[in-house]
């Protein structure tokens, strides 16, 4: 998608009479975003030598382990390792772009020009020993803070490359009050990952939204909102964890959180059976997460890890438990949450994207704990929630959902001429959902006015286009079921950003 130009080349030679064998290939890349602007170029060359046919490998190969690793380090080496290991000489040209490199990266404009663009990607600023950011958490504004304001930070590379720190101060003009939080994540093998968390909230958040989803306190959220938010709730969570990946691909997790929920006047805690309303909601679980996804492809910083998929598909098994009085819980049950994600070409026709998930309580929890689905209530475009439900609309203590998109990459804009010089490309959903609540978890808090149950099934699909200037998608969407809800749109335009390769 960003190719503007590719050169490649092969070199062969024999080995006997009838068989040839590589010898050099090279690739030559030029990347551009568009035509008329700064790109650069790529430049690979692989050389063969010393090729043997039928060689029996030594044992020691043979029995090497199939998900080998790079020992950190191992690319560090001194420019005399490299001339010597290099099976070939560098051409003057590539000697000098090293020697290139090395000097414009001394230089202060280069310097400064370089945090601005990490800034942008990875939305921090960093100042020497800190992070400064997530910029766009700095000011936004909602119906119970009113203009919020917001300085949050975390230590750098700098600082540690085995532990890092963070912490953020908010506060609200119009509820006037602090909210702050703290945390910190430690280390003990890369690769494969092990690590502990732990963290401290005392902040306000939208119940029931996508952890995908655009924060409520990024400024792009409080402009692109449908609704007035008034459904945020203040909690205040601790929460510590255990992560270790047994190899590439399979992993667990065991997290400990600890959460007290308040009420709002728009989301009270009203016993059904009467009586004065609950000051707070405390609820202590111990959760294990197991996640497997074969031949996974990933990269990885000094902290932070990026899957990159695989041909194969990725599911996570989530076991909870709450025991009534440990840690001050005020509630005894087991979650069960199966997801399924699997991302597949469908030739000649695009790909495709399909998800299950699914979820089970046993026990008698509150609406608050309950399987608050998924809404969005802005305008931009959330893959994994339904974008035409509202917060709080819908809740079950056991649902399944079904997700499927479907990416034609220009299978039909192509036939047109002037329409394939556009590099659009389509995309269409399909989302599914349906779900019940338990009598006992109806009997225990009255629900806020719009939340109810969705065993009549829910469904919204679209029709959209991505690839517009190369990272805007717009979707039209439309909601199919449980068209007499209050404060419901059956039609609906989504807007994203998302860059494809």
Do not use: C
């Not at 994994?384 to 220009?410: D, K, R």
């Not at 036939?415 to 006992?440: C, D, M, Q």
Request: proline fraction near 5%; glycine fraction near 6%.
């Amino acid at each position: 998608n960003f190719v503007n130009d590719m050169v490649a080349t092969a070199e062969f030679m024999p080995l006997n009479d009838t068989l040839w064998f590589p010898k050099q290939m090279t690739l030559f890349v030029d990347f551009n975003l568009t035509d008329k602007t700064t790109g650069f170029f790529g430049h690979k060359t692989i050389s063969y030598s010393d090729v043997k046919l039928n060689a029996e490998f030594p044992k020691e190969v043979t029995d090497l382990p199939t998900n080998l690793k790079v020992e950190e380090g191992a690319l560090n080496q001194e420019e005399e390792f490299w001339a010597q290991a290099r099976p070939f000489e560098l051409t003057p040209r590539e000697a000098n772009i090293y020697q290139m490199v090395d000097s414009v990266q001394q230089v202060p404009m280069y310097k400064t020009f370089i945090d601005i663009i990490n800034m942008f990607v990875n939305y921090y600023y960093v100042v020497g020993y800190w992070e400064i950011g997530p910029y766009y958490q700095t000011y936004s504004f909602n119906e119970i803070e009113g203009n919020r304001f917001k300085v949050s930070g975390r230590t750098s590379n700098k600082f540690s490359k085995r532990v890092m720190f963070d912490a953020f101060v908010a506060y609200g003009d119009k509820d006037e009050r602090f909210k702050w939080g703290v945390g910190a994540l430690y280390m003990i093998s890369k690769n494969p990952r092990e690590a502990v968390g732990v963290s401290y909230k005392s902040d306000i958040e939208q119940l029931g939204q996508s952890p995908y989803a655009l924060t409520e306190d990024n400024i792009l959220t409080s402009f692109l909102r449908r609704n007035p938010n008034y459904k945020l709730t203040l909690v205040k969570d601790f929460t510590a964890y255990y992560e270790k990946e047994w190899f590439v691909g399979l992993s667990n997790k065991v997290t400990f959180s600890h959460r007290i929920i308040f009420p709002t006047e728009f989301i009270p805690f009203t016993p059904v059976s009467g009586g004065s309303s609950l000051k707070s909601i405390t609820n202590a679980t111990l959760t294990l997460n197991t996640r497997w996804i074969k031949d996974e492809r990933f990269v990885s910083g000094e902290f932070e890890k990026v899957s990159l998929g695989s041909n194969w598909p990725e599911v996570n098994f989530n076991i909870t438990r709450s025991i009534k009085g440990f840690a001050g819980s005020d509630y005894d049950f087991w979650k069960l949450h199966l997801n399924y994600y699997h991302k597949f070409n469908l030739n000649p026709i695009g790909y495709a994207r399909f998800i299950v998930d699914a979820g089970k309580i046993f026990g008698k929890v509150p609406y608050p704990l309950l399987q608050l689905h998924e809404g969005n209530e802005t305008y931009a475009f959330d893959r994994y929630a339904f974008n035409m439900m509202n917060y709080y609309e819908f809740a079950s203590n056991q649902y399944v959902s079904l997700y499927y998109e479907h990416h034609f990459q220009g299978f039909f804009l192509n036939h047109f001429p002037l329409l394939r010089r556009l590099k659009w490309r389509e995309v269409a959903t399909a989302k599914y959902l349906i779900g019940s609540i338990s009598n006992e978890n109806m009997q225990m808090l009255q629900f806020p006015a719009g939340l109810g149950e969705v065993s009549k099934p829910y469904m919204e699909v679209s029709v959209g286009l991505e690839n517009i200037f190369k990272v805007v998608r717009v979707d039209a969407l439309w909601r199919l079921t449980h068209l007499d809800n209050p404060n419901i749109e059956p039609f609906g335009v989504r807007v994203g950003l998302q860059i494809i390769f």
